[in-house]
Antibody
Framework: QVQLVQSGAEVKKPGASVKVSCKAS????????MYWVRQAPGQGLEWMGW????????KYSQKFQDRVTITRDTSASTAYMELSSLRSEDTAVYYC???????????WGQGTLVTVSS | QSALTQPRSVSGSPGQSVTISCTRT?????????VSWYQQHPGKAPKLFIY???QRPSGVPDRFSGSKSGNTASLTISGLQAEDEADYYC??????????FGGGTQLTV
């Protein structure tokens, strides 16, 4: 069965960086892309970017273009999302999601809470 | 402000039908295709309920249906049940290999 298991909660200070991992199992990692989506407390879902599992090509939301880096390790079937220059507004749950048919996200990770606080 | 606009909330009684709209508000949102819908219960990860405008993944009840007309995609839930109470989000391809989510709709049953 398909599973996406994300790394644990993080607490960071403003200005720091955070790297969240997403380990995939139950499918061929290189055959599908992965989205990263975040959700601030009490807010909606926000698309951050994605990575092609095969060739590693990425595309980021303009909002995060300068601060986010999405990478993957095919040998470990794991995708990573690194967000730099953190500020309090980046406090959110960060999700990875496997991109399936017609760009529907058919499987999601459990979410990783990142708290930015001085 | 999201390029996809959803009503903040909708409500209905058990057994009734409700429709949640998702309207493209940005001219930059080329090719309003690949619309998907997600259900999210509090504290849980989103779950895919509709993809490719109107396709249901296996396991999703046929009470849920999707459609699109012009700049507006819609999710219709018929025969409302208490367990349908949740937040619903639309998502669309936004061109240039990017995607965007609507602001979300809280459904009260």
């Amino acid at each position: 069965q398909v599973q996406l298991v994300q790394s644990g909660a993080e607490v960071k200070k403003p200005g720091a960086s955070v790297k969240v991992s997403c380990k995939a199992s139950g499918y061929t990692f290189t055959n599908y892309a992965m989205y990263w989506v975040r959700q601030a407390p009490g807010q909606g879902l926000e698309w951050m970017g994605w990575i092609n599992g095969d060739n590693g090509n990425t595309k980021y939301s303009q909002k995060f273009q300068d601060r986010v880096t999405i990478t993957r390790d095919t040998s470990a079937s794991t995708a990573y999302m690194e967000l730099s220059s953190l500020r309090s507004e980046d406090t959110a749950v960060y999700y990875c999601a496997k991109v399936g048919t017609a760009m529907g996200c058919d499987y999601w990770g459990q979410g990783t809470l990142v708290t930015v606080s001085s | 402000q999201s390029a996809l606009t959803q009503p903040r909330s909708v409500s209905g009684s058990p057994g009734q039908s409700v429709t949640i709209s998702c309207t493209r508000t940005s001219a930059d949102l080329n090719n309003y295709n690949y619309v998907s819908w997600y259900q999210q219960h509090p504290g849980k990860a989103p779950k895919l309920f509709i993809y490719d405008v109107s396709q249901r993944p296996s396991g999703v009840p046929d009470r849920f249906s999707g459609s699109k007309s012009g700049n507006t995609a819609s999710l219709t839930i018929s025969g409302l049940q208490a367990e349908d109470e949740a937040d619903y989000y639309c998502c669309s391809y936004a061109g240039s290999y990017t995607s965007v989510f609507g602001g979300g709709t809280q459904l009260t049953v």
